[in-house]
T-cell receptor
Framework: NAGVTQTPKFRVLKTGQSMTLLCAQD?????MYWYRQDPGMGLRLIHY???????AKGEVPDGYNVSRLKKQNFLLGLESAAPSQTSVYFC??????????????FGEGSRLTVL | KNQVEQSPQSLIILEGKNCTLQ??????????LRWYKQDTGRGPVSLTI?????NTKSNGRYTATLDADTKQSSLHITASQLSDSASYIC??????????FGAGTILRVKS
């Protein structure tokens, strides 16, 4: 039981390049989230998914796209990376029925630098 | 506006001492409040989850309190250890399970 696994852990991109971050969870959770964490700020929600095949925008969705083709995977894509997207990205998941009080599990983070 | 404010921003204490971290929130309606510990370079790990009806919850040397009337929570760490050095994040859940994260308090425990 690995929990929430993110790949890659580190990546350096040039402005305008594209990339995809992969999040995989083996806990059969319905809800999955992508956050970004910047110095001095709380985690901010980029996109989330309440189930396979569904996605929704969070508070900072611009410049990102997501897909949830399989229940266990949640992909975050950057089509044309910008320096403002330099950040640490965290994926998280939680069970649906206990979404209100259950534990939110986080991955270890993916550090992205855009030059 | 739904906000979570944590204080202090950072704190340095000696090993073995106690400390208390504060969290004030304006999230409404309130559903639950969580405290997370985030080690440097790692993802946040849950310490406690408290609902509206809970005043106190402990997890080993960590004790969280909640006053839903004043919209304040605290995290008390007893007999601190070097491994307690981390960022502690307060997260409040509001309407529709929307989570609002505080910026965190960075704790450093010195020997």
């Amino acid at each position: 039981n690995a929990g929430v696994t993110q790949t890659p852990k580190f990546r350096v991109l040039k402005t305008g390049q594209s990339m995809t971050l992969l999040c995989a969870q083996d806990m059969n959770h319905e809800y999955m989230y992508w956050y970004r964490q910047d110095p001095g700020m709380g985690l901010r929600l980029i996109h989330y998914s309440v189930g396979e095949g569904t996605t929704a925008k969070g508070e900072v969705p611009d410049g990102y796209n997501v897909s949830r083709l399989k229940k266990q995977n949640f992909l975050l894509g950057l089509e044309s990376a910008a320096p403002s997207q330099t950040s640490v990205y965290f994926c998280a998941s939680i069970k649906t029925r206990t979404a209100n009080t259950g534990e939110l599990f986080f991955g270890e983070g993916s550090r992205l630098t855009v030059l | 506006k739904n906000q979570v404010e944590q204080s202090p921003q950072s704190l340095i204490i000696l090993e073995g001492k106690n400390c208390t971290l504060q969290c004030n929130y304006t999230v409404s309606p309130f559903s639950n409040l969580r405290w997370y510990k985030q080690d440097t370079g790692r993802g946040p790990v849950s310490l406690t989850i408290m609902t509206f009806s809970e005043n106190t919850k402990s997890n080993g040397r960590y004790t969280a309190t909640l006053d839903a009337d004043t919209k304040q929570s605290s995290l008390h760490i007893t007999a601190s250890q070097l491994s307690d050095s981390a960022s502690y994040i307060c997260v409040v859940s509001g309407e529709g399970n929307k989570l609002v994260f505080g910026a965190g308090t960075i704790l450093r425990v010195k020997s």
